[in-house]
């Protein structure tokens, strides 16, 4: 079996102001195995971002270690982020919000493997005629299309996407789902995926992390054994679906009383 590609061991973590101190996490220890992916949910409030910020390692954790797997490609990053609001930079055509990352001064990408990568990413999301575009003048799912690019053109292991198709319709967040099961598929990322949605989170997941209340611990880790592509109308959807709602909500199994 292989090893995962990210460990976390009792990642804790406390906000602090000048009266009060607010603990998010309490402990938190899971392993993500290569090329899953992997769904965090929890009631609202509980840390879930903050857990996602602090394995990009854009927020410090107080206590914990996240172990890297040894086999971590060279030339890679381990993560990028997918945030809930694009973020693109409006003043930037598609094509070079996509490479600007690559052309940070810690990349150092040659330029020819610069536009190749681009090239490939813009054929990859269905956006080759839209990179002269500018960010205005696409809709909300493009946009989200265009952050993911940009988030997967520095090549990560890890693709970390808070929330990023909440503000979608419904018909846009799943096409933008099976967008996302496309680009496992091709590119072989793994995902880490925080959702307030169930039935996002059985439609897409291997295996589901579900957080306690704040401060949040692991309240249980739930596999989702369905192949792919998954019939939101199959009655073991349903069944699974509903069983991760009462998880989250922290009701018990109707099967159970």
């Known amino acids: 079996m292989m090893d995962p590609i990210l460990s976390l061991d009792t990642i804790t973590k406390t906000f602090r102001d000048d009266k009060e101190a607010c603990p998010a996490l309490a402990g938190i220890s899971f392993d993500v195995d290569?090329?899953?992916?992997?769904?965090?949910m929890g009631p609202?409030?509980?840390?879930?971002t903050t857990l996602l910020r602090i394995i990009g390692g854009l927020e410090q954790?107080?206590?914990?270690?996240i172990r890297e797997a040894s086999g971590i490609t060279p030339g890679k990053s381990l993560t990028a982020m997918v945030f809930q609001d694009h973020a693109l930079f409006p003043w930037l055509s598609i094509y070079e919000n996509i490479v600007y990352g690559l052309r940070l001064e810690a990349q150092k990408v040659p330029e020819d493997v610069?536009?190749?990568?681009?090239?490939?990413?813009?054929?990859?999301t269905h956006l080759d005629t839209f990179m002269n575009s500018f960010p205005h003048q696409l809709s909300g799912g493009m946009k989200q299309r265009v952050a993911v690019a940009r988030a997967l053109a520095v090549k990560p292991d890890i693709l970390l996407m808070d929330e990023p198709f909440s503000a979608l319709d419904t018909f846009t967040r799943r096409e933008l789902e099976d967008e996302v099961l496309r680009i496992r598929q091709a590119m072989k990322t793994t995902i880490l995926l925080v959702t307030h949605n169930p039935e996002e989170a059985v439609y897409l997941a291997d295996r589901i992390v579900i957080l306690s209340k704040r401060p949040a611990g692991v309240s249980e880790i739930l596999p989702v054994n369905l192949p792919h592509p998954r019939d939101p109308s199959n009655p073991e959807f349903?069944?699974?679906?509903?069983q991760v709602t009462r998880r989250v909500q922290g009701k018990p199994d109707p099967a159970l009383q």
Do not use: F, P, Q
């Open 34 to 40: 290569t090329n899953e992916i992997l769904c965090i």
């Open 238 to 242: 349903i069944k699974i679906r509903e």
């Open 44 to 48: 609202s409030g509980c840390g879930k």
């Open 61 to 65: 954790e107080d206590s914990g270690t």
């Open 114 to 124: 610069v536009k190749e990568r681009a090239e490939a990413l813009l054929s990859l």
